[in-house]
């Protein structure tokens, strides 16, 4: 397996890795946030509620009034009672709407809500009509529908509670204690309409009566203990323990003292009726207000958990894209300085051994273990190219040495020794039947003559001379040589015999036509003999070179400045031109 491959299979399970753990965290703090968003909303609806059934409670005193003195105007009070209570329901009833659970409870609890409020009101408006004022228990009934209609109110109001203390424990003491508060205030407005017609009209105070606001101061005695305890925790909270005092002063001390009053006392009318009026209303207020500080300090513990949870949420966020950057730059960093590297080390090494020295190196300049290896590269490469320049230098030092061992120094062309060697691989060439190979050798006639009256110079320069003319006449690839003092030679492949005498007769006849010119001088004439002859099946290069010596000497002793061919098997060189 290939290192890339692996890297990238490892940073792919290592980014997965990462992924699904973090993806995990987020998918946790996202659902906790929106947790606490519907706590939220679950508050809401039970402060719906709560309102709700504080308007249920606001319908005892017009009932009351009602029942004792049915006016239009205790009338027209209670109607409005019932509107506001009515747009409670349906605000509450629509708010509860798209929350409904598989069950519908909520739906369910609010139709009979509903309904118990109806029966409530139906059952109270025949009961107002046309009776005596101070009819025993005319307020019992009434107090019995309304606590059926507030009874209905506690399921819808206990899921909202139970939705927000699954989210936020902590809140579950501030609903409860909430909670009992609306029952205090449910029972302290029952006991004062129980004593709406002593207030209103003088009426003494029935057994019955007398029987209910006992049972009644009783319940709220029991629910005062709870609460108190249940407020323990919160007593550092000064807006609640504010509320809290408010409310034990007002209601729980002065409001309830008027009534322990009156029930010690046994007396079956009110003697002060204004201030018990005035005591007790107000004291019911601070109830209220106690209850919406609670409301409020859970409302508040929620929102912290909220923007806890968001916080959270943003901090997974920020943690996962930081990680993931972090892997990101390590794959990059590990491709771009490890992989990359190596792959670029390893196409050099590979250059390197196929002798490609000259590569450019990667251009990489890290301290590290990949920029020492290159840099060893880079020192093996100068030192081979150095090895190579000066292998080329020592190649192209023998290459002149064996040229000008090879080469004739007057005349520049091939020496005897030359001739030797590169004749006898056209003869191997000839053998391997790539064409006839002929040789003419020619010899420059009475030379001596010329070097003695011109001098050696001058016999240089006429070597010189038959060079050039030779170089001008033959083909590239066949070989001059200088075979000896004034004699040379011609190897022609391929080349026929006739070929090859055609070509000794042209450059005879050029080498005649041409004489060494000298500046004062009108000009020497010379000529040459020549010698051809023709491979045969067994001969060897000197043998070949012997024949046309042959021919030549023919040629020579013919009369020079002629030409003779060597033929195999007429005994003797067959003269031509001669
Ligand atoms: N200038 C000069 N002369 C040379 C050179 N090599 C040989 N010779 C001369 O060439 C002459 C050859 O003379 P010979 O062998 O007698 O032949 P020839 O005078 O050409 O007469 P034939 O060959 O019979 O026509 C000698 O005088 C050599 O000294 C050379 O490199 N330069």
């Not at 064996?402 to 020794?417: P, W, Y």
């Amino acid at each position: 397996m290939k290192l890339s491959s692996f890297s990238n299979c490892f940073l792919y399970a290592m980014g997965l890795l990462v992924c699904l753990p973090q993806a995990y965290i987020l998918r946790t703090q996202w659902q906790d946030w929106r947790a606490c968003t519907t706590a939220g909303q679950a508050l809401d609806r039970y402060e719906v509620a709560t309102a709700l059934t504080d308007q249920v409670m606001a319908e005892y005193e017009p009932t009351g009034m009602v029942l004792v003195h049915d006016t239009p105007a205790h009338r027209n009070a209670l109607s409005r009672a019932r509107q506001t209570t009515d747009s409670a329901l349906r605000r509450l009833t629509i708010l509860l709407d798209p929350v409904q659970d598989a069950s519908g409870s909520d739906r369910l609890s609010l139709a009979t809500t509903r309904r118990a409020l109806d029966e409530a009101r139906t059952d109270i408006d025949s009961l107002a009509m046309g009776k005596e004022h101070c009819e025993d228990g005319d307020t019992q009934g009434p107090l019995q529908y309304f606590t059926a209609v507030i009874d209905t109110l506690q399921p819808p109001m206990i899921d909202q509670a139970a939705q927000i203390t699954q989210v936020t424990p902590g809140v579950y003491e501030l609903l409860t204690g909430a909670n009992q508060l609306s029952l205090i205030s449910h029972y302290a407005r029952q006991l004062r309409m129980q004593l709406i017609p002593a207030l209103t009209t003088g009426c003494p105070i029935t057994h019955a009566e007398t029987d209910a606001l006992l049972r009644l101061r009783g319940q709220i005695e029991e629910h005062h203990k709870a609460l108190v305890q249940r407020l323990r925790p919160y007593r550092d909270q000064p807006a609640l323990e504010q509320a809290y005092l408010s409310a034990e002063t007002r209601y729980f001390n002065e409001a309830l003292s008027e009534v322990d009053d009156l029930l010690i006392s046994h007396r079956d009318t009110i003697v002060d009726k204004e201030r018990f009026q005035r005591v007790y209303n107000q004291g019911l207020g601070p109830l209220g207000n106690m209850r919406s500080v609670m409301l409020q300090l859970a409302r508040q513990q929620i929102q912290r958990q909220s923007h806890q949870a968001l916080i959270m949420f943003y901090t997974a966020v920020a943690a996962s894209m930081a990680t993931l950057g972090l892997l990101l730059l390590v794959g990059f960093f590990f491709r771009h300085r490890v992989l990359n590297a190596l792959a670029d080390t390893n196409e050099t090494l590979k250059a390197f051994a196929r002798g490609h020295f000259n590569v450019p190196l990667p251009d990489r300049h890290h301290h590290d273990e990949i920029g020492e290896t290159l840099h060893a590269l880079a020192v093996l490469r100068a030192n081979n190219l150095e090895r190579l320049s000066l292998q080329e230098d020592r190649e192209r030092l023998i290459s002149q040495l064996r040229q000008q061992a090879e080469t004739d120094f007057l005349t520049g062309l091939a020496n005897r020794q030359a001739t030797q060697r590169v004749g006898r691989q056209m003869l191997a060439a000839a053998r391997r039947g790539t064409g006839d190979l002929s040789l003419i050798l020619f010899d420059i006639d009475n030379f001596k003559q010329i070097n003695d009256q011109y001098g050696h110079a001058v016999g240089d320069q006429v070597l010189a001379l038959v060079a050039a003319l030779c170089k001008e006449q033959v083909r590239q690839s066949d070989l001059i040589g200088r075979h000896g003092g004034e004699e040379f030679l011609i190897l022609s492949q391929p080349c026929s015999l006739a070929d090859a005498t055609a070509q000794a007769e042209r450059l005879r006849a050029a080498l005649e036509a041409c004489p060494l010119r000298l500046p004062d001088s009108a000009g020497i004439p010379f000529t040459a003999s020549f010698g051809v002859a023709t491979l045969n099946a067994t001969q060897n290069l000197d043998q070949l070179i012997h024949d046309a010596d042959s021919a030549m000497y023919e040629a020579k002793k013919g009369g020079r400045n002629r030409v003779c061919a060597y033929r195999h098997g007429a005994g003797q060189a067959e003269l031509h031109n001669c």
